[in-house]
């Protein structure tokens, strides 16, 4: 099936035309009418709501932290219709889970998650995603205690943030990245960003992981090779993974291996 939108300019996943006021109504996704979606203001922030039609109370919810919503569309029938990561959307029938896409820079201050987690009342389990740039790991510096997990998909963290490494508490982080990234690049940018192996192993070293395995994952036909290596051993309980995958796609949108299965599967054991 090809039916996948990407986020406005800013996972799994991305403009959203519609009215910039606050929208509760709920409507179905063109190409899938088990999917309910909703445009939200939060704070300065709009944040475009997924999810199952038949959602239970309190399901799991994953918020994603987008630059602009840049979740482009590869195939969008209607151009009214939400730009969002068609394939991360449609995961949720899969996980049961709602996902939360809001447009972010990378300099923003992180109050508005409150806000965001407060759109879901009895949802027990929070958890925090961010494309394309290191607001996750902002995140787990600041609030450690706010969502059960925290990943990231071809992002890191700024050097400023990093030369401050305020992780206090253990988490635990999924990041998955391209090693080949013209835009944020595996061995970070100068001035910019910090290398991936950096971002990873400030998490590594505040949840004190004594060890790690590396694995193989099968790829996409005609894609390079994509490992991962699981950080365990802490006594807190937190671990953490880092997918490596050959090549320069960004990794959202599942073209070279199963990118929405593998960071559930991650999260829902947390």
Not at 49 to 68: F, H, N, S, T, Y
Not at 191 to 197: I, L
Not at 247 to 255: A, I, M, Q, V
Request: overall charge negative; some cysteine.
């Amino acid at each position: 099936m090809k039916k996948i939108f990407y986020i406005i300019s800013a996972f799994l996943l991305f403009a959203v035309a519609c009215e910039p006021n606050n929208t509760t109504d709920e409507t179905p996704v063109v190409g899938a009418t088990s999917l309910t979606y909703a445009v939200e203001s939060i704070a300065d922030h709009e944040a475009v709501i997924v999810k199952p039609e038949d959602l239970e109370e309190g399901a799991p919810v994953v918020i994603v932290l987008a630059e602009d919503l840049e979740l482009r569309p590869l195939y969008s029938p209607v151009e009214e219709t939400p730009n969002v990561n068609f394939k991360a959307a449609e995961h949720c029938l899969i996980g049961r889970y709602a996902l939360c896409v809001i447009a972010t820079s990378s300099n923003d201050d992180l109050a508005f998650l409150t806000d965001a987690k407060a759109l879901f009342p009895g949802t027990s389990k929070f958890y925090l995603l961010s494309y394309r740039n290191g607001l996750s790991y902002t995140a787990a510096m600041q609030m450690p205690d706010a969502f059960a997990a925290y990943g990231c998909v071809s992002g890191a963290i700024d050097v400023n943030t990093y030369k401050t490494n305020n992780f206090t508490k253990p988490v635990s982080f999924v990041h998955v990245h391209a090693t080949g990234n013209a835009v944020c690049k595996w061995n970070g940018v100068q001035n910019k960003t910090v290398s991936v192996p950096l971002c990873v192993g400030a998490i590594v070293a505040v949840n004190e992981c004594v060890t790690f395995k590396e694995t193989d994952l099968l790829p996409r036909e005609g894609k390079g090779r994509v490992s991962c290596t699981h950080y365990l051993g802490s006594e807190s309980g937190c671990d953490v993974k880092l997918y490596s995958v050959e090549g320069t796609n960004g990794g959202w949108c599942d073209e070279e291996f199963e990118v929405y299965n593998q960071i559930w599967n991650f999260f829902k054991t947390h």
